[in-house]
């Protein structure tokens, strides 16, 4: 103990004497509070894995048995309780609120959207299992015989329940708490703020490093035994069709390969890179669908699909909750405790990359996109695939049935076999999984920065790249030295920890919503009185011409620095702890913050908001635009509950007081 207790002293020294000063250098955006624990705990954690491999699997495995032996009801309620939530909040007046500033709009398509959502979320897993989970479930059913009557209907059932609401329910809370709390109450895009209402400000501490550090660490475990069992399984596919070998040189080229192209991807940035390849991957994916669908028995697809789909949501309550209590059998563990677990321990990558994408959605539209529309395109698409390969063990072909169900990576490959065109569908479905992988792995390098830049996402290239360096180096190691299965068995069993935390942060979300909402019933109005020598002709004249960056930020610094300032300091004479934050010079804007006791903090801020050449005036609530070349910008007042954003450009002193005042007297009175 005192050794390893040395090595993680001297790993904390290297990286904060060696490290850190040439990262700065190269201009990267780093929380060392996070980076630096985050780095020793992944190579602390590695190397005790690969010294120890046995005994980590047989504790991880131990550990993972007596949370199904004890902790399956639990996980069962949460997934539950998580749906029921998505769908009380689609449902009621809280899916108007915006995420993001009453007026803004979606950063994104819908298409891009939902196919970025799509492809980090569970893209990779229908490739794979498309086919091969509901031949196994109508082969190998809960209980009784396999390929009984009946047992189709069971096995769709049980799939969707895998794939369906309950398991989207689980991102969808997770992304609308982290983007509700950044977009809406201005706290960073990482794990972090999602305890916000738990434990306050603390999160900017060391319990909020704590979190994320937490959260890095799970996050690319996860990622990084998802890409080497899927390069495993990628490596199959590559030897049923062109004989590669299944080499552990093989493997690891693979390991780089894919890495490479993800490092590529990263680097570019979101719009460049991951929503392309997104894209990409999903028109492939929808014709590959196509084309199933019309080469197979079309009529009997559509017609299973829609009659299994309405009974998987007719029976969705007494499903989601069978525990087979009084059956003798240890399918549940297996396939939906496990299911469960992965599922709420990949929350935190994959909400916040929801989150990231989702600014400028409603809640209604948010949760609709997230849960709804995945979980209608996965019925559709194990309909088409593991329906039409049940069709054909009913046919008579057993032995396919067989081969998929002792190896069920190559369902998909063996299935297309019996497709005209096969050799085509194969290499076009590899090359959907390798950019299933890329978007995976480019995504969570995406996330795993910002955890670690303070939820920061526009930073150096090189500073995202480095962490798919980072998963590439734990996933290689642990694939040619062992070690894959422990990690799996330890990210599935940090579901615990997290189901904890999804249930705080849905309980401070709607403590947060209730609150909003009756602060939005009785907001103040936005005051721009009038001084009685207000010259209105320049006023007018003031509104009509569009300013100048330089302008504004003279207005900035000679007019709304002052009032604020001028306000904070007669809170102060009374007692009133205020403050103003002076970013004109770095960002432009100006804050006023005001905290007293323990009453929520009041947060009065004047941004600069880009605003086009061609559209001075923002005109029935339209966002502005993004800045184009040359374009100028305005002023806008944001308040700490997000509520919508107002431009004071041209006031004078005497009325940006009158308007906090405003602010201020109906936040003290809520």
């Known amino acids: 103990m005192l050794l390893c207790a040395q090595l993680v002293h001297f790993d904390f020294t290297l990286i904060s004497t060696f490290l850190m000063p040439k990262l700065s250098e190269r201009g990267f955006v780093i929380d060392k509070a996070v980076f630096i ?166 999160i900017h501490g060391p319990i909020g490093a704590s979190i994320d550090v937490f959260a890095i660490v799970c996050t ?172 054909l063990i009913q046919g008579g072909e057993q032995a396919f049935g067989d081969a998929v169900a002792s190896d069920q990576p190559l369902g998909l490959f063996l299935f297309l076999d019996y497709m005209p065109g096969t050799m085509i569908l194969s290499v076009l479905s590899l090359a959907m999984i390798i950019i299933f992988f890329v978007t995976s792995a480019d995504s969570g390098a995406l996330v795993l920065n910002m955890m670690a830049s303070g939820g920061v996402d526009d930073t150096p290239p090189l500073q995202r790249v480095l962490w798919t360096a980072i998963i590439a180096a734990v996933s290689a190691t642990l694939l040619i030295n062992g070690g894959l299965d422990a990690l799996q068995t330890a990210t599935i069993a940090s579901a615990l920890p997290f189901s904890f935390v999804l249930l705080g942060a849905l309980w401070g979300l709607q403590r947060s919503l209730r609150s909003e909402v009756s602060v939005m019933n009785v907001r103040a109005p936005v005051s721009f009185d009038s001084d009685s020598d207000t010259d209105w002709q320049s006023r007018l004249k003031a509104l009509l011409k569009e300013p100048s960056n330089k302008n504004v930020l003279t207005f900035q610094r000679d007019v709304v620095l002052p009032a604020l300032g001028k306000f904070a300091t007669e809170l102060s004479n009374n007692g009133v702890s205020a403050r103003v934050i002076d970013s004109v010079s770095e960002e432009g804007g100006v804050e006023l913050m005001v905290t007293a006791g323990d009453e929520i903090d009041f947060r009065y801020s004047v941004k600069l908001a880009p605003q086009t050449t061609d559209s001075v005036v923002d005109i029935e609530g339209e966002a502005l635009a993004l800045p184009l070349e040359g374009s100028t910008s305005v002023t806008e007042v944001h308040l700490r509950d997000g509520s919508a954003s107002y431009c004071v450009w041209g006031l004078t002193e005497s009325q940006i007081i009158g308007d906090v005042l405003a602010q201020y007297e109906q936040h003290r009175r809520t």
């Open 37 to 202: 624990p985050s780095i020793v705990f992944l190579l602390s954690s590695v190397l005790l894995v690969l010294a120890l491999p046995e005994a980590s699997d047989a504790a991880f495995a131990d550990l993972q048995s007596t949370i199904v032996a004890n902790a399956s009801w639990f996980y069962v309620l949460v997934m539950a309780i998580l749906l029921f939530a998505v769908c009380v909040l689609a449902l009621s007046r809280y899916g108007e609120i915006r995420l993001g500033p009453d007026n803004s709009k979606p950063e994104y398509s819908l298409f891009s959207w939902l196919s970025m959502l799509f492809a980090a979320g569970v893209g990779i897993g229908l490739m794979f299992y498309g086919v091969a989970e509901p031949v196994v479930h109508y082969l190998k059913p809960p209980i009784g015989e396999g390929a009984a009557v009946g047992g189709v209907r069971q096995a769709m059932n049980l799939t969707f329940l895998h794939w369906g609401f309950n398991a989207w329910s689980t991102y969808a809370m997770m992304g609308l708490v982290l983007a509700y709390f950044s977009y809406r109450r201005g706290l960073p895009l990482t794990l972090r703020s999602a305890f916000y209402p738990i434990i306050g400000d603390r």
């Open 220 to 391: 690319t475990f996860g990622i990084s035994t998802s890409l080497g069992l899927g390069v495993s399984q990628l490596n199959t596919g590559l030897n049923y069709l062109f004989d590669v070998p299944i080499t552990g040189t093989i493997q690891f080229a693979l390991t780089m390969g894919i890495m490479a192209l993800a490092a590529v991807s990263v680097a570019l940035g979101l719009d460049t890179g991951i929503k392309r390849l997104s894209e990409i991957n999903s028109y492939l994916a929808i014709s590959l669908l196509c084309f199933i669908l019309v080469a197979g028995p079309t009529v009997l697809i559509l017609s299973g699909a829609l009659e299994n789909f309405g009974h998987y949501f007719a029976s969705l309550i007494p499903t989601s909750f069978n525990l087979f209590v009084y059956q003798d059998t240890d399918w549940l563990g297996g396939w939906t405790i496990f299911y469960w677990g992965w599922w709420i321990s990949w929350t935190p990558f994959v909400g916040i990359f929801i989150a990231r994408i989702s600014r400028g959605r409603t809640i209604r539209e948010f949760l609709i996109g997230v849960t709804v529309v995945p979980t209608l395109f996965v019925v559709l698409w194990m309909s088409v695939f593991g329906g039409s390969a049940i069709e």
